[in-house]
């Protein structure tokens, strides 16, 4: 009869201790002003345990509630968005709480790694050391991601600010480059400035994707690099089309190659001719979702900027009459090195079969095609310098073009 009697004065002193720290939790979390509400849950959750005739377990009460909350991405005062965790959650992850989320009872965390880490925590950011300031170069930066869970199909990286050397004056990435391996995408080699441009990786099966930046010591500029890192389910509906690099959504839109900016290479090619910011050996499809009601795509290049559609030929050579116009057209078998592909296209201005999917040259006229999904094909050739067969590219940036769905 003691024995009873003790056991239910303890049990009564343990649901009054349990209770003190559930209120305080509660308390803490509507308040926002004090994270120990978190540490006594916690604690309670996992050391609660108790030994009744050898045998161990959790005492758990009606009226304990489990917070949960989604792990959704959260927005921060910086440019650098956060996932919504609990706070210890975070501070495993090394993680750091930029503010808190879901009606204040999360935190958002901002992971951010750098050279030789791992992560398999969506919404990870890899940025050079010491970023913002400049990157002096050194030993391959490298970063490995691996799935966060079964469900993960693909990784969205996003190069936010992402400023390499200049391929040499032939395309090619000498002196830095980025590099994308383990999933199943073909990534080409890259460098230069990549800021604002975004690729799709697929995941193949559990192996992990290594991303690799190489940067010369030798050279000093100001290199540096903030990529994320966005890990996309399978079934989620930002998830790009299977051989898409590159995908867009959205009615309109600018779509610009790799390395694309106004100025020109600075370092000569092979031919002792101004370089190319085009870099070599591409291959890849640019996809642009099909929004509803619309059945149909034009592509024009950039208005205002002569240089926004120069893949071939000699830029420095062409006058104003020329450049960006339909005079620096060329299409047709007349592209062999360096050209877009656009499936079934139609001049805008005459309504007529262009009779060719290959545009090259140092001017773009304006098409349109209705076929089925909308894809743009990107091809450069292993040299931009000098061959048997034509003369060298001269400065050329890329292209910049602009896309308008058309409505059914």
Not at 300 to 326: K, P
Not at 367 to 373: D, E, H, M, N, R
């Amino acid at each position: 009869m003691l024995s009873r009697k003790w056991w239910l004065v303890l049990s009564a002193l343990v649901v009054a201790a349990a209770a003190t720290n559930i209120h305080r939790f509660d308390q803490d979390d509507i308040d926002g002003e004090d994270d120990e509400g978190f540490d006594e849950y916690d604690e309670f959750e996992s050391n609660n345990v108790t030994s009744v005739g050898g045998r161990k377990g959790k005492i758990l009460f009606p009226f304990v509630s489990i917070v949960r909350f989604a792990n959704t991405e959260c927005s921060t005062a910086n440019s650098m968005n956060g996932t919504c965790l609990a706070r210890r959650e975070c501070n495993n992850l090394n993680g750091t709480i930029t503010g808190t989320c879901a009606t204040r009872r999360g935190r958002c965390c901002v992971v951010s790694r750098t050279c030789g880490t791992t992560t398999n925590v969506n919404n990870t950011y890899f940025t050079s050391p010491g970023y913002p300031a400049a990157y002096a170069g050194g030993p391959a930066c490298s970063m490995i991601v691996n799935r966060c869970n079964a469900n993960i199909c693909q990784l969205r990286i996003d190069f936010l600010d992402l400023v390499l050397a200049q391929p040499d004056g032939d395309g090619n990435c000498v002196t830095d480059s980025i590099s994308v391996t383990g999933g199943n995408t073909i990534v080409p080699l890259l460098c230069g400035d990549l800021t604002g441009q975004t690729i799709f990786v697929d995941f193949n099966g559990n192996t992990a994707i290594t991303i690799v930046v190489t940067a010369t010591l030798a050279t000093t500029f100001a290199r540096r690099w903030n990529i994320r890192l966005v890990q996309l389910g399978c079934d989620c509906p930002g998830i790009a089309p299977n051989g898409c690099l590159q995908y867009y959504t959205g009615i309109t839109g600018t779509i610009n190659s790799f390395n694309y900016g106004t100025a020109a290479n600075t370092v000569l090619s092979a031919s002792l001719v101004t370089g190319t910011r085009q870099i070599v050996n591409l291959n890849y499809g640019i996809c642009i979702r099909m929004e509803a009601g619309y059945c149909a795509i034009q592509y024009s290049q950039v208005a205002g900027d002569a240089f926004s559609f120069t893949l071939t030929g000699d830029v420095e050579g062409a006058d104003n009459t020329v450049l960006g116009t339909q005079l620096g057209a060329v299409n047709g078998a007349n592209c062999l090195t360096d050209f877009v592909v656009i499936p079934n296209p139609t001049v805008v201005a005459t309504a007529l079969a262009a009779g060719t999917d290959r545009f090259c040259g140092l001017g773009f006229v304006p098409v349109q095609s209705g076929a089925k999904p909308f894809v743009l094909y990107v091809v450069t050739n292993a040299n931009e310098g000098a061959t048997a067969a034509t003369p060298p590219d001269i400065a050329n940036r890329g292209f910049s073009l602009t896309y308008t769905q058309i409505a059914c």
